[in-house]
């Protein structure tokens, strides 16, 4: 196995050992980039002389005898929605081509005390709104598995730069199923983490009641790792909760004893395809093999769930992307024209057609008039779905499902259609309306070799139970093992 398609626990361990360094490391992952990121695109940046540098830093302090952080050496790959100093940051946006950060986000600061090599940013749907990476205004990635297919997005650089070996481990964001919907059709592990767990200081804000940051990996114990190094209070995001961090990676191979799932009738209806079903009821039953008790509960006001979000996402959205005017922020037309021509000219320029569309969605679902009928009616729902949970939540520990309704499917296939679209987010939504962690890891194949994910939900706060439940999975299988051809 080469050193690109080992785990981050791995590259520690072999550092540690010191039968690599992590010049080496940076160098197998930056001969793998020149390989495959032709293929694949999944990044928007990458400075080979800064990767060098870090990693170079590392082993000057390795050899100094001083402490090394808790990811010493290993390449992150970061979504370039996520501002880095220094390092151009464009939420994959024509608005933002040309943004440069005066300062770094939380978890990108809590990367560089861990001593991480920064590798590169990464390729996303335009500010975070699509399920595909499509929506990019520079490139479209490609799934690893099959390059004539979509990673999932909108994180769907980060995605792909795991499963195909160009990072071992990445960040991401959800907001909507962005982590664990690519993680799913890439045959990778994706966390998206209770809201409050991890700071969004220096995220660019999408829809603010819902964004978190969570990690990618290729299996449950280096996403346990990666999350360990970026969650935890940060008094520069008033929504992150000050919650002690448990050693997740300390607890993970503990199995739970007498594990109950709920297996929510409402995620396996309708548009659910037939393999993808299968591949997850093999897993439940898996479960069941280990001790785990299954457990029939409903969601009844899931269905309303993806409607709720597409009106509370783009409302946020719509406000959120005010500040892009092209005089406080982002590209300014060249053209002449008053200050109102001015603002929407450069608006009009530096937005794409999805953006462009959910923040009109958003100002007429908070325009008066309307906004009793469509805004305060989704919050309501919003309400219901988290009392859903509530009740389910007494009678079982977690709850499992599919990640998504199909395997990968092709580029160009649903990029005309945004309902079609926004359905393959029809099981990920819920949780982030409700706040609740979630979990996506792979479960099988399909007959063409596509990845089909798990999904496990689990209480506010209870990564740790995700992350043994998963585990406990994982141990027994060995999809996590696979690596694609690309
Ligand atoms: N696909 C969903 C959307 O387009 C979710 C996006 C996300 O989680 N950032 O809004």
């Not at 093999?282 to 509960?297: H, I």
């Not at 994910?453 to 209480?459: D, E, K, S, W, Y």
């Amino acid at each position: 196995m080469s050193l690109t398609e080992k785990t981050a626990a791995d590259l520690l361990a072999l550092q540690a050992a010191g039968a690599a360094t992590a010049a080496d490391v940076a160098d197998a992952f930056l001969a793998a980039y020149r390989d495959r990121e032709p293929k694949l695109r999944a990044f928007v940046s990458l400075d080979e002389a800064d990767v060098r540098r870090q990693a170079a830093a590392v082993d000057a302090k390795r050899a100094a005898g001083q402490p090394l952080g808790m990811l010493a050496g290993v390449p992150v790959a970061v979504k370039d929605v996520l501002c880095t100093e220094g390092v151009r940051t464009t939420c994959s946006s024509r608005i933002l081509a040309d943004f440069v950060p005066p300062y770094d986000a939380h978890v990108v600061g809590r990367l560089r005390a861990a001593d991480a090599v920064l590798f590169g940013k990464t390729n996303m749907d335009e500010f975070a709104m699509g399920s595909s990476t499509e929506n990019s205004a520079f490139r479209v990635t490609r799934n690893p598995w099959d390059t004539a297919r979509v990673p999932g997005g909108s994180s769907g650089g980060s995605a792909a730069a795991v499963a195909g070996c160009l990072a071992p481990l990445a960040l991401g964001t959800d907001t909507g199923g962005s982590i664990r919907q690519p993680a799913a059709l890439c045959g990778v592990v994706g966390l998206k983490p209770t809201y409050g767990r991890v700071s969004r200081y220096g995220l660019i804000a999408f829809a603010s009641s819902l964004d978190q940051v969570g990690p990618f990996a290729h299996d449950v114990t280096d996403c346990a790792l990666l999350l360990e190094a970026v969650a935890g209070h940060d008094p520069r995001d008033s929504t992150c909760v000050n919650e002690p961090v448990p050693a997740y990676t300390r607890t993970l191979n503990d199995p739970v004893k007498g594990l109950r799932i709920g297996v929510p009738r409402e995620f396996f209806g309708e548009g659910l395809d037939a393999e993808v079903e299968a591949a997850v009821r093999a897993a439940l039953k898996e479960y069941e093999r280990r001790g785990a008790v299954l457990v029939d509960v409903s969601l009844p006001h899931s269905k309303y769930a993806l409607a709720a979000y597409y009106i509370v996402a783009p409302a946020e959205a719509s406000s959120n992307l005010a500040r892009f005017d092209g005089m406080h922020y982002g590209h300014r037309t060249k053209e002449k024209a008053d200050l109102v021509g001015t603002v929407a000219k450069s608006r009009g320029e530096g937005f794409g057609p999805e953006v462009q569309r959910r923040i009109m969605i958003g100002t007429y679902v908070l325009s008066s008039g309307y906004k009793d009928a469509y805004y305060v009616k989704a919050l309501k729902v919003r309400r219901l779905v988290k009392g859903d949970f509530d009740a389910a939540f007494e009678r079982c520990d977690v709850i499992a499902g599919p990640t998504t309704p199909t395997a990968a499917f092709r580029a160009g296939e649903k990029a005309d259609d945004p309902l079609a679209m926004y359905l393959s987010d029809v099981y990920t939504v819920s949780c982030n309306l409700a706040g609740l962690p979630g979990l996506s890891l792979p479960c099988g194949f399909t007959a063409a070799g596509l990845p089909v994910g798990l999904q496990l939900l689990g209480r506010p706060f209870a990564e740790e139970t995700l992350f043994r439940a998963a585990r406990m999975y994982e141990a027994a299988t060995d999809w996590h093992a696979r690596r694609p051809a690309v």
